[in-house]
């Protein structure tokens, strides 16, 4: 009997430890790490002063940067969360004009509010979960390149900024009450329209759906 006790004391302390490393109302998550964004780029053919050219079309890469995210739990399972990284960089590289021609490098921040559920109960240290939201693309220092400019003139490219839905899927492993690993990935809706106005008076556009996958793996801090 005495055992008996010993080991229900052992449970419920075990129990307790794990109850307070669940996210609850009020708790704020700081997640670092490493945001990848891998775009499933789709485009129209380029536009030649208003004159479609079949066969063409371009492409983004991708980009690396230090992603951040802080979540601020609004209520139990419910959190809202604000995503953030350093400026991602991408080429962009026209096709269908003979060989590949890299056209562009192209920055971009990709701000993101998403409200997120959190399924598990309080005293799992696995914390899986899904979020929906709205994102801003900011386009800016928008580049010819020089193999484009040795190819096509001289001139200045620009991308319009982009409103879109994005959703997300990710998980928290808690290692104490306040450290936790975190994996997630985000579909994310990004459209914009590229212009390039040529010195010479031809315009170039076309449109572009980036709608990248953005995955990001690091650690947080749970405050």
């Known amino acids: 009997m005495h055992k008996l006790s010993k080991s229900m004391l052992a449970l419920?302390?075990?129990?307790?430890?794990?109850?307070?490393m669940a996210h609850q109302?009020?708790?704020?998550?700081l997640r670092v790490g490493a945001a990848m964004v891998d775009p499933q780029d789709d485009s129209s053919t380029l536009?030649?002063?208003?004159t479609s050219v079949d066969g063409t079309s371009v492409s983004v890469d991708n980009d690396t940067q230090l992603?951040?995210?802080f979540t601020y739990m609004l209520r139990e399972h419910i959190g809202l969360e604000v995503?953030?990284?350093?400026?991602?960089?991408?080429?962009v590289?026209?096709?269908g004009l003979g060989d590949d021609l890299k056209t562009a490098e192209v920055t971009h921040l990709p701000?993101?509010?998403s409200v997120q559920y959190y399924p598990m109960e309080a005293g799992s240290a696995f914390q899986p979960y899904v979020g929906v939201g709205v994102n801003y693309t900011l386009f800016f220092d928008e580049e010819l390149t020089t193999d484009f400019k040795d190819a096509m003139g001289d001139g200045k490219i620009k991308l319009d900024n982009s409103f879109g839905a994005a959703f997300q899927l990710g998980v928290d492993y808690q290692l104490t009450d306040n450290l936790v690993v975190n994996a997630a990935v985000w579909k994310i809706g990004i459209d914009t329209t590229a212009t390039i106005d040529l010195d010479?008076?031809?315009?170039?556009?076309?449109?572009?759906?980036?709608d990248p996958l953005v995955y990001m793996v690091g650690v947080g801090y749970k405050f």
Request: proline share 6%; aromatic share 2%.
């Open 47 to 50: 536009r030649v002063n208003g």
């Open 93 to 95: 590289t026209a096709h």
């Open 25 to 29: 109302p009020g708790d704020m998550v």
């Open 83 to 91: 995503l953030a990284a350093t400026p991602f960089t991408h080429d």
């Open 111 to 113: 701000p993101t509010v």
């Open 12 to 20: 419920g302390l075990l129990a307790c430890a794990g109850s307070a």
């Open 200 to 210: 010479s008076g031809a315009q170039i556009k076309t449109d572009v759906d980036i």
């Open 67 to 69: 992603g951040l995210t």
